[in-house]
Structures are given as C-alpha cells and as structure tokens.
C-alpha cells in the first residue's frame, strides 16, 4: 500500500490533451519514486473533471488549461455527492457573468475545485502573454506553466507537482520521532524503565512488555531530546508539526495538547477570562468549560437547554435567546457554544460569529466531535473555522486518527495574546508530554490533509446506504433532519444541521429493555455503541468506520427489528422531566466553588447556595451550578429521575455539596 499522486489534467482540445498527459507521464520513471504511485487521469470537459473531484479521493494535483470552455450548465448543475449538513443539496458555487452559456472567467472553474475540495493544489496553464492576467483574476492557483513547457520540459513541472505532494504529505514530528528512535541511542536520562528494559527483565511485570511490544517501550522518550523539542515552547520538530496543522486547518496559530479537550478548553478560558469578567455560555457545554470558567473566576451568563424528553437528547440554544443575550450584555468578552452536539445538532455559526464580532465579543467553540468538519463540502458550512469562530477546539482523538487525549486548539484571532497564551498552556501542561500523543496528532493531520475528502466521501456514501436499508425496517429508524425539525421548533428557523455521520437510531418502538439491547449489542452480536437513552441508540462513525463494521451493525440491528432476538421484554416506559429549571447564580461560580462547603442530603438542599456541579446523565446537562440557589424545581426533577437508574455526577452518597453557613 502505498501513497498515490493521482494528477488530473483538464483540456477540452483531445489532441493537446493527449500531448500533455504523454509528456508528463513520460518523465515519472525519471524520479525514482517507489514510495509513491504516480498516475494521470484525463478529463476533456469541465463537468466531467469536477465529476472526478468529487469521486476520486486519490486526485492529489490539478493541472488545468486555461483556455478550457466552461459552459454556465456545467457548474450550476454541480451537486455536492451527499446532502449536506442542513439536510439539502445545494449548488456548489454562485456562477459570474456569463456571455452566450459561457462563462467568460475560467477562475469559477477553479472555484468549484476548491468548493469541493480546497486542499488540492491547482496548476493552471495558459499562454506565457497572459500569465499576469490569469494570476490576477484565479484565486487559489498553486503555480503558472507556460504551456509550451509543459510540453517542452515536462520533468521540471512534474517535478514541481511531486515537490508540492511532499510538502503536503511531510510529518515533522514523526519523521523525526522515528528517526531517533531507529537509531536505538543508549538511555542515560527518564524515562526510568529504559527502552522497556526494566520491564524486560523482569520475572513479574514482563507479560506487560511482551503485550505491548518494543516499539512502545523504546519510543518512550524524555523531553531530553532536544531535537524534538518542546510542546511548551512548540520548538524544532513540535514547531514545525504545529504549523503545518495551522496550514492544513486554515487557521493562525494550532497547538497540540496531549490531556485532552478538557484541558484544552480551559486553557482558552483562562487565557481569555479575568475574574469577574462575563461570558455568555451554553448551558449545554461539556463540564470541563464550566470548570474552566470556575478556574477563570468569570461570570456566566447561561444560554437555556432545549430539551426533547421523548427522546432525551437536547439541541443547540435558540437563535432568539443567543441574539437577545448577546444584545443585553455588550460587555460580554466571550461567546462559548458547542459546535456539534453529542448527538450531531449543529448550530449555524456564521450566524453566531457576524453578530458577536459585531459587538466586539470573540466567539469560542468547542467543536470535540466535528474535527472533520472542514474536509468535505456537505459539512464545512457548519465548520467553526469556516465560520470565522476565534478560538476551536478538537478532540483529535474522538472522531479522527489520534491517540485518546489527542487535542488540538486552533487561534484566529487577530488580537491573540500569545505569551499569556504559552503560560496559562505551561500551568496546564506536563513538562514530561507523551510523545506518542504529540506524533499521533502529527499524522493525524496528514491524513486529513492527504485523504480526509477520500474516507468522508467514502463514510457518507456508506450512511446512505445503511439509511436506505434501513428505511425498509418496521420498528427501528434513523432519525432525520426532518424529525429533528418536528422535535424541535426553531431546528429549520435556525438553520440548524446534523452531522450525517452520528447515526442517531430510535428504538422506541421494541418491546425490549435499553439494558437488554445494550447487553445484545456488546455481548452477542460484539458491537459498543456510543450512548444509549430511554428511546434512542447513537452510532459513531469516525475515520476508521471501515464498511464491514456497517454491515455487521445493520445485521444486528435487522435482527432486533425482525424480533429475531430472545431478550427480555420492558415493564414500561418512562419519559425523562420535560423541563430542566433555569440557570439562575445567586453569587460569583468561582466563589460558591472555593468558599466552606458542606455535604447535606439533596433532599433537603432547598434554598442552599449549591458549591458544585450537579449533572443527571443522560443528557449530561448541568441542573445545578456552583453559585446557583438550589429551588423546590431542582429536587422535584432529581426525584423524577430517582427512578431512571441514571448516573447523577456531584451527588455522593446522597449527597451534594453547599456552600457552608457561617
């Protein structure tokens, strides 16, 4: 298996066509590349070269004629492969002036390539007279050939083409890493088990070696190398890594972070936050941001949950309320919103961004389960970075190839304060990273850029077909946009997406317990599914969802739904609280947080200032805060809850913390 530099060269004359692609495929025996297969692909029409963008994800290089026709049918009938996020097709560029059913700039053209996939590298090649005129008017283009060249002097342009693939494909810190790890240096610094030895050598802890493996042990370095850099500093082989993650992202500045986006968030938070200042915060944000603002010793104004009970999953905040919040509190400093919901909601950004930006207030967003969201065009609408949003998060590790606790922050904001940045990261950070963590986010990146298009178009054709499938079945169903539209009232006022690759299956109708079809999803049929509730299963499709994992889950789930199954049946069915009360604080978060606390039963914590974080999950929505006055509504839920057998994070023994009395 190797890399595959699938160049397409685009010419509507076949006899120069012809020409160029001899020429060029000629001179690829000349650069002795065995690591790499080098092949061309032909398209003598517009419409049939963005056909073969679309489909072919092994399409690394665009060389193309500048004296192409391109017909205003060609592109206005040019369709993303899948709906996009928002659950419509739609066009993939807005088409210019246009004389006679041409179109008179060839550089829309260019923006259909880059609409569907703007990590390819675009070759434009066109008479040496007008080379300064083409420049000007194609944004975009990677390089200018003089045509004749590329006929006269193939090998320096093909070379050109394969210098550019291998600026994408580098991997600075992993090149690097394995390198010195090759080299098998003697270990006189940490780690203390010494390229495995201790481990090795041991008669009781060597089954740990033997089921890892060497190349665990021996890469297992210390910050000692100082030509790996450092993670704090983001010098040498990390820096360089960093940069290129900055490149392939489209953003200022990306940093690796090797605990998490737990401690990703809060590191933003604490760069961005002083004590008292306000932030506008969902409700609905991971607990790591609400301790991050604890941490910070900020204000938060709370965004209200929308809450669905039948099926126990919640959307992003209403428009109407982020407007009307935005408005009140103009001294806002930050905006935090998650991206992506657990269950694939996404808020319509843009939205979000031009209104905050036009209050002066800079917009975080925690986009954990949507790192893919730039890599294909039926998603990047509801891409933060896409989005203009200042600061994102990304859990590398969760939906792309990363190491578990693999995170990235990306900056875009012009007023980044980036030394107070690299102090409030080093107060978060471990002077003794794990490197494995560091090179893992490093070909993380080169996947993504390199063939992130490829494996999403792949994925989303794959849920097409398992909803087609599926669409046959009597009692189980893949829940959609339009009956997200029908759960909840501002979904299609909002424009609000999903994420087609968390498959959200409702389960309401069987007569089987969530326990029971848990316990035949893991146990005979070898599945774990991401989360359950009381009507719904979630399937995570990531990078490795390869399609015989698909096929093995539609089995299962026909079989479930065929009643194919001897499980036992559900007593009943019960509905989540249809209302979670509202956030109201009583007193600085930080402040309830830090002050004396003392631990009461629940039961009996009305009008007490709560002094931590009370989270019934599922659906892993905050009910109390830290400074929040606890009222008759909080425990009457708590109750309601009491016979869900649901996991409630902050109680303990029956307990919850509150702020002591004097």
Same mark, same amino acid.
């Given at each position: 298996?190797?890399?595959?530099?699938?160049?397409?060269?685009?010419?509507?004359?076949?006899?120069?066509?012809?020409?160029?692609?001899?020429?060029?495929?000629?001179?690829?025996?000349?650069?002795?590349?065995?690591?790499?297969?080098?092949?061309?692909?032909?398209?003598?029409?517009?419409?049939?070269?963005?056909?073969?963008?679309?489909? !072919?994800?092994?399409?690394?290089?665009?060389?193309?004629?500048?004296?192409?026709?391109?017909?205003?049918?060609?592109?206005?009938?040019?369709?993303?492969?899948?709906?996009?996020?928002?659950?419509?097709?739609?066009?993939?560029? +807005?088409?210019?002036?246009?004389?006679?059913?041409?179109?008179?700039?060839?550089?829309?053209?260019?923006?259909?390539?880059?609409?569907?996939?703007?990590?390819?590298?675009? *070759?434009?090649?066109?008479?040496?007279?007008?080379?300064?005129?083409?420049? +000007?008017?194609?944004?975009?283009?990677?390089?200018?050939?003089?045509?004749?060249?590329?006929?006269? !002097?193939?090998?320096?342009?093909?070379?050109?083409?394969?210098?550019?693939?291998?600026?994408?494909?580098?991997?600075? #810190?992993?090149?690097? %890493? &394995? !390198? *010195?790890?090759?080299?098998?240096?003697?270990?006189?610094?940490?780690?203390?088990?010494?390229?495995?030895?201790?481990?090795?050598?041991?008669?009781?802890?060597?089954?740990?070696?033997?089921?890892?493996?060497?190349?665990?042990?021996?890469?297992?370095?210390? $910050?000692?190398?100082?030509?790996?850099?450092?993670?704090?500093?983001?010098?040498?082989?990390?820096?360089?890594?960093?940069?290129?993650?900055?490149?392939?992202?489209?953003?200022?500045?990306?940093?690796?972070?090797?605990?998490?986006?737990?401690?990703?968030?809060?590191?933003?938070?604490?760069?961005?936050?002083?004590?008292?200042?306000?932030?506008?915060?969902?409700?609905?944000?991971?607990?790591?941001?609400?301790?991050?603002?604890?941490?910070?010793?900020?204000?938060?104004?709370?965004?209200?949950?929308? #809450?669905?009970?039948?099926?126990?999953?919640?959307?992003?905040?209403?428009?109407?309320?982020?407007?009307?919040?935005?408005?009140?509190?103009?001294?806002?400093?930050?905006?935090?919103?998650?991206?992506?919901? %657990?269950?694939?909601?996404?808020?319509?950004?843009?939205?979000? $961004?031009?209104?905050?930006?036009?209050?002066?207030?800079?917009? #975080?967003?925690?986009?954990? /389960?949507?790192?893919?969201?730039?890599?294909?065009?039926?998603?990047?609408?509801?891409?933060?970075?896409?989005?203009?949003?200042?600061?994102?998060?990304?859990?590398?590790?969760?939906?792309?190839?990363?190491?578990?606790?693999?995170? #990235?922050?990306?900056?875009?904001?012009?007023?980044?304060?980036?030394?107070?940045?690299?102090?409030?990261?080093?107060?978060?950070?471990?002077?003794?990273?794990?490197?494995?963590?560091?090179?893992?986010?490093?070909?993380?990146?080169?996947?993504?850029?390199?063939?992130?298009? &490829?494996?999403?178009?792949?994925?989303?054709? +794959?849920?097409?077909?398992?909803?087609?499938?599926?669409?046959?079945? &009597?009692?189980?169903?893949?829940?959609?946009?339009?009956?997200?539209? &029908?759960?909840?009232?501002?979904?299609?006022?909002?424009?609000?997406?999903?994420?087609?690759?968390?498959?959200?299956?409702?389960?309401?109708?069987?007569?089987?317990?969530?326990?029971?079809?848990?316990?035949?999803?893991?146990?005979?049929?070898?599945?774990?599914?991401?989360?359950?509730?009381?009507?719904?299963?979630?399937?995570?499709?990531?990078?490795?969802?390869?399609?015989?994992?698909?096929?093995?889950? *539609?089995?299962?789930?026909?079989?479930?739904?065929?009643?194919?199954?001897?499980?036992?049946?559900?007593?009943?069915?019960?509905?989540?609280?249809?209302?979670?009360?509202?956030?109201?604080? !009583?007193?600085?978060?930080?402040?309830?947080?830090?002050?004396?606390?003392?631990?009461?039963? /629940?039961?009996?914590?009305?009008?007490?200032?709560?002094?931590?974080?009370?989270?019934?999950?599922?659906?892993?929505?905050?009910?109390?805060?830290?400074?929040?006055?606890?009222?008759?509504?909080?425990?009457?839920?708590?109750?309601?809850?009491?016979?869900?057998?649901?996991?409630?994070?902050?109680?303990?023994?029956?307990?919850? %913390?509150?702020?002591?009395?004097?």
């Amino acid at each position: 298996m190797r890399p595959h530099l699938k160049i397409l060269v685009i010419e509507d004359a076949v006899d120069l066509l012809e020409q160029i692609t001899s020429s060029i495929g000629n001179t690829i025996s000349y650069f002795d590349r065995s690591d790499v297969e080098i092949s061309l692909l032909e398209a003598n029409s517009v419409a049939k070269a963005l056909q073969f963008v679309r489909e !072919d994800g092994d399409i690394q290089a665009v060389v193309f004629s500048w004296d192409v026709v391109a017909k205003v049918k060609e592109l206005t009938e040019i369709l993303p492969l899948h709906s996009s996020a928002a659950g419509n097709d739609k066009a993939i560029i +807005n088409v210019p002036s246009a004389h006679n059913d041409v179109i008179e700039n060839n550089a829309s053209v260019i923006d259909a390539i880059k609409r569907i996939r703007p990590e390819l590298p675009v *070759y434009v090649l066109g008479d040496a007279v007008k080379g300064l005129d083409i420049v +000007n008017q194609a944004n975009g283009i990677e390089s200018f050939f003089y045509r004749n060249d590329i006929i006269s !002097d193939p090998e320096s342009i093909l070379g050109y083409i394969i210098n550019d693939f291998d600026d994408r494909n580098e991997t600075p #810190f992993w090149t690097e %890493y &394995k !390198d *010195y790890v090759v080299e098998s240096n003697d270990s006189w610094h940490t780690p203390g088990h010494s390229g495995g030895a201790s481990f090795r050598n041991s008669p009781y802890i060597s089954d740990f070696y033997r089921f890892f493996g060497r190349n665990v042990f021996v890469s297992d370095l210390s $910050v000692s190398v100082d030509s790996l850099g450092s993670l704090s500093d983001g010098t040498h082989a990390i820096g360089k890594a960093q940069a290129a993650v900055a490149n392939t992202f489209e953003v200022r500045h990306s940093y690796f972070v090797t605990n998490g986006s737990s401690t990703s968030n809060k590191i933003i938070l604490q760069t961005l936050l002083r004590e008292g200042d306000k932030v506008i915060a969902d409700r609905n944000c991971h607990k790591s941001v609400h301790y991050g603002i604890i941490q910070a010793r900020a204000m938060p104004v709370y965004l209200d949950s929308v #809450f669905n009970p039948e099926y126990g999953i919640f959307s992003p905040p209403r428009m109407t309320q982020i407007t009307q919040l935005i408005e009140e509190n103009t001294d806002a400093k930050l905006i935090v919103l998650t991206g992506c919901t %657990y269950d694939g909601l996404l808020t319509d950004l843009k939205q979000v $961004v031009k209104l905050a930006h036009e209050h002066g207030i800079k917009v #975080f967003i925690d986009e954990a /389960w949507f790192a893919y969201s730039l890599f294909h065009p039926a998603l990047r609408d509801y891409s933060a970075i896409a989005a203009g949003a200042d600061y994102i998060t990304h859990s590398a590790h969760k939906v792309v190839s990363a190491f578990s606790q693999a995170s #990235f922050i990306h900056v875009n904001d012009p007023d980044f304060d980036k030394d107070f940045f690299k102090e409030v990261f080093a107060i978060h950070t471990s002077t003794s990273p794990k490197y494995q963590l560091i090179a893992s986010l490093d070909v993380c990146r080169q996947q993504l850029e390199m063939e992130g298009y &490829k494996i999403l178009n792949e994925l989303l054709s +794959n849920v097409g077909e398992l909803k087609s499938q599926m669409a046959k079945f &009597k009692r189980l169903k893949i829940l959609s946009p339009s009956d997200f539209a &029908k759960m909840f009232s501002h979904f299609e006022s909002d424009n609000i997406g999903h994420d087609p690759l968390k498959i959200l299956i409702d389960v309401s109708a069987l007569d089987y317990s969530n326990q029971e079809i848990h316990r035949f999803l893991m146990d005979e049929v070898g599945l774990e599914i991401e989360k359950f509730t009381h009507s719904t299963i979630l399937v995570l499709l990531t990078l490795g969802g390869m399609r015989s994992k698909i096929v093995r889950l *539609y089995n299962a789930l026909k079989r479930l739904d065929d009643g194919a199954v001897n499980l036992s049946k559900r007593k009943s069915k019960s509905a989540l609280p249809a209302d979670i009360p509202p956030i109201q604080l !009583d007193e600085l978060p930080s402040k309830a947080f830090f002050s004396p606390r003392e631990a009461i039963p /629940w039961q009996n914590s009305v009008g007490r200032t709560a002094a931590g974080l009370i989270t019934p999950y599922p659906p892993g929505i905050p009910l109390i805060v830290p400074g929040q006055k606890v009222e008759q509504a909080h425990t009457d839920y708590l109750q309601a809850l009491a016979s869900q057998k649901l996991t409630v994070q902050g109680i303990y023994d029956g307990e919850i %913390y509150v702020v002591a009395e004097e």
